[in-house]
């Protein structure tokens, strides 16, 4: 059996590729303005072309980022529903 983990309880199933990156990166939220698109993912701020882990930012979305993790494509996208929040304007 080449491969097993004989430290793993037995019936455990140990999860791979695409399955482990979507449980690893967590999109916390997205801004997208004029001049740039940011991403933060697990808490660190991250742009296209940018490095998170093991995974390298592809493109940013409004709402999810797609990511390359080795030779595999994943998309991430926020967890939470998303708030808009609209701005007054003063009267002056």
């Known amino acids: 059996m080449a491969g097993k983990d004989p430290t793993r309880p037995p019936g455990q199933v140990v999860k791979q590729g695409a399955e482990v990156a979507a449980l690893t990166y967590r999109l916390d939220s997205v801004t997208i303005g004029a001049s740039r698109k940011l991403a933060v993912i697990n ?6 072309g940018d490095r998170v882990g093991r995974a390298r930012v592809i493109a940013i979305e409004p709402g999810s980022v797609l ?21 007054k304007q003063d009267k002056r």
């Open 43 to 48: 808490g660190t701020r991250a742009m296209v």
């Open 67 to 87: 990511l390359a993790v080795g030779d595999e494509s994943l998309r991430i996208a926020i967890s939470r529903p998303l708030q808009k929040k609209r701005i």
